[in-house]
C-alpha cells in the first residue's frame, strides 16, 4: 500500500527567508504532483512531476522529484506572506489513482 | 465559469437523512473522483469512475454510494448520514492523455455538517 508522508507538517516561517518541504513516498512512482489550497478553498494545481531528475519553477517555488529516493522537495525562496497556503503532494498509485500527503501548512510572518 | 462545479456548496443535515453531493464538468473529461478531507488527514479517496459504465471503491467507501449519470455528472450520496461524515468534500476530474497524465482538477468542495 502506497503511504505519502509529508514533513513538516506546520511551518511559520519570516518573509525573505527561504525553506523546503519534503514529500517522501513508500512505493514506485514516477509522477507526483504538488497543490496549494487557501483555507476554505479548493485545491489548485502547482507542479506536475513526470520523471526522476525533474524539476520545475514558479515564481518563487521551486519542485524536484528523485524517484531513486522516493523523495520530492518543494523549495521556497524568499518567501512572501502571500504564499502562506496548504501545499499537498500527491503521488500515482498504477495508473489510476492519486495518494496524498496529510499537507503541510505553510505561515508566513512578516 | 468554472470547469468543475459542486452543489450545494455548504449542507446541515441530521443523522439519519440521505443526502446527495453533485459535482458537473465542462472540461470533458472521463474520469472523476470523489474525495473528502479532514483535518490533518489529507485527501481520501470515497470513490472514482473512469466513464459511465465504471464505477470502483476507493479507500473510505463505506457508508457512500455513487452514480455516475453522465461523462459530465457525478453524485455522491450518503445513505444515511453520521455525524463523523461531516468533512469537506471535493469532486475532481483528469484526462488519461497527454503529458500532464493524471493531473487533478478540483471543485469547489462541499462542507457537510452532519448533527
Known sequence: ELKVEQNPLFLSMQEGKNYTIYCNYSTTSDRLYWYRQDPGKSLES????????????????MASL??????????????VHDLSATYFCAVLQGAQKLVFGQGTRLTINP | DADV?????NRI?????????????????????W???????????????FDVKDINKGEISDGYSVSRQAQ???????????PNQTALYFCAT?????????????GPGTRLTVL
Do not use: W
Open chain 1, 46 to 61: 502547482l507542479f506536475v512531476l513526470l520523471s526522476n531528475g525533474a524539476v520545475k519553477q514558479e515564481g518563487r517555488l
Open chain 1, 66 to 79: 528523485d524517484t531513486k529516493a522516493r523523495l520530492s522537495t518543494l523549495h521556497i525562496t524568499a518567501a
Open chain 2, 5 to 9: 462545479t459542486q452543489t450545494p456548496r
Open chain 2, 13 to 33: 443535515t441530521k443523522t439519519g437523512k440521505r443526502i446527495m453531493l453533485e459535482c458537473s464538468q465542462t472540461k470533458g473529461h472521463d474520469r472523476m473522483y
Open chain 2, 35 to 49: 474525495y473528502r478531507q479532514d483535518p490533518g488527514l489529507g485527501l481520501r479517496l470515497i470513490y472514482y469512475s
Open chain 2, 72 to 82: 459530465a455528472k457525478f453524485s455522491l450520496s450518503l445513505e444515511s448520514a453520521i
Open chain 2, 94 to 106: 483528469s484526462d488519461p492523455q497527454g503529458a500532464a497524465y493524471n493531473e487533478q482538477f478540483f
